[in-house]
Every structure is written in C-alpha cells, then in structure tokens.
C-alpha cells in the first residue's frame, strides 16, 4: 500500500481532488471573486489526468509479484530491487512447482544484487537457497564459498554450507 502513497499521480489525484472540492465549495459561498470556474475546470482536468495515470498503475499493483517485477526496468541497479525480485519469484516459483522455469532469471537476480553489494551476506545466502533448490548443489557451495571470503564474520554463510552437506549425508564435511 505504502508505494500507491508514494506515486507521484496518486498524490498528484488527492491534492486535485482536494482544491476542485475547494474551489467548489468556495463558489457555493460566494466568498471569492476571482474565477472559480475556471479554477475548478483545471482542477477537474488535472484530478482527470492524475486518475488516469493511477489507473494504469493499479496493474502493477495487483500483487508483490507483480509491483516487484513491473519495476525491474526503472531500477536494475538498485541491490534491494534484484534481491526482492529474486527472493520474492524463487517464493512463487516453489509454490508453483515450477522452480527449473525460473531458475534463470532467479540466478541473474540473485547476482545482479550481489554484485551491487557484494558485502551483503544475505544475497550469498539466498542465491545458494535457491541453488539448492534448484538441486545445483555445486553451485550452491561456489556461491556459499565466495561469500565467505567476502563475509568473513558472516556466519549464516558457513552455518547453510554446512547444512547442505549434512543434508547430503556428507557428515564429516558439515562438522
């Protein structure tokens, strides 16, 4: 809800909206003498451009999935942006079943994020999760492995490595 607050004509709607009410009411009163129908005019011109803009976004803002993704292109190089869009499409693609589909665009999220911000842990963290999910254990401890070096006191880093191996029976190597 808060980014239908923050849309420029979503606020650009309310403050028309709210100087044609204005305007109106002040014509009913007869308290100003300067033109309020002109006033009102461009008022309702501006409510209309704004709540035609607004409409159009409201696509966007069906679900996350959709207010994440629909934005990718005006913020490819904002690290929360790619982590959120490949955090949130690994969560649909799971609850779908169909994580392979998704495996690309997931992985070039993942790393788009991480090297945005390569001392973030949790980018690491999330892009060997879907790894492994992904069933691509190699990969997940490439990526757990370069995020150790560069998070040495990261310690969800080792800890994930270490419970993938176990997962795999591979009990000396978790220890």
């Keep these: 809800m808060a980014d239908r607050f923050i849309f420029n004509s979503s606020l650009g709607y309310c403050v028309a909206l709210a100087a044609g009410r204005g305007c109106a009411v002040n014509k009913l009163n007869n308290k100003i003498k300067i033109m309020p129908e002109?006033?009102?005019?461009?008022?309702?011109?501006?409510?209309?451009?704004?709540?035609?803009?607004?409409l159009q976004r409201n696509a966007v803002w069906k679900n996350d999935w959709t207010r994440i993704s629909g934005d990718m292109s005006k913020l490819e190089n904002c690290m929360k942006a790619?982590?959120?869009?490949?955090?949130?499409?690994?969560?649909?693609?799971?609850?779908?079943?169909?994580?392979?589909?998704?495996?690309?665009?997931i992985t070039k999220r993942f790393e788009k994020a991480i090297s945005l911000m390569p001392k973030m842990a949790l980018?690491?963290?999330?892009?060997?999760?879907?790894?492994?999910?992904?069933?691509?254990?190699?990969?997940?401890?490439?990526?757990?492995?370069?995020?150790?070096?560069?998070?040495?006191?990261?310690?969800?880093?080792?800890?994930?490595?270490?419970?993938?191996?176990?997962?795999?029976?591979?009990?000396?190597?978790?220890?």
Excluded: W
Excluded at 84 to 96: D, G, I, P, V, Y
Excluded at 130 to 138: G, L, S, T, Y
């Design 38 to 54: 002109a006033i009102l005019l461009v008022s309702v011109l501006a409510a209309g451009f704004y709540f035609t803009l607004t």
């Design 123 to 175: 980018n690491y963290y999330y892009l060997a999760s879907a790894q492994n999910v992904f069933k691509d254990r190699e990969a997940a401890y490439s990526t757990l492995a370069e995020g150790m070096r560069q998070n040495k006191d990261a310690a969800i880093l080792p800890y994930f490595r270490a419970e993938i191996a176990y997962n795999e029976g591979k009990y000396e190597e978790a220890i």
């Design 82 to 105: 790619n982590f959120l869009n490949a955090n949130t499409l690994t969560q649909k693609s799971m609850h779908e079943k169909n994580e392979q589909q998704h495996k690309e665009e």
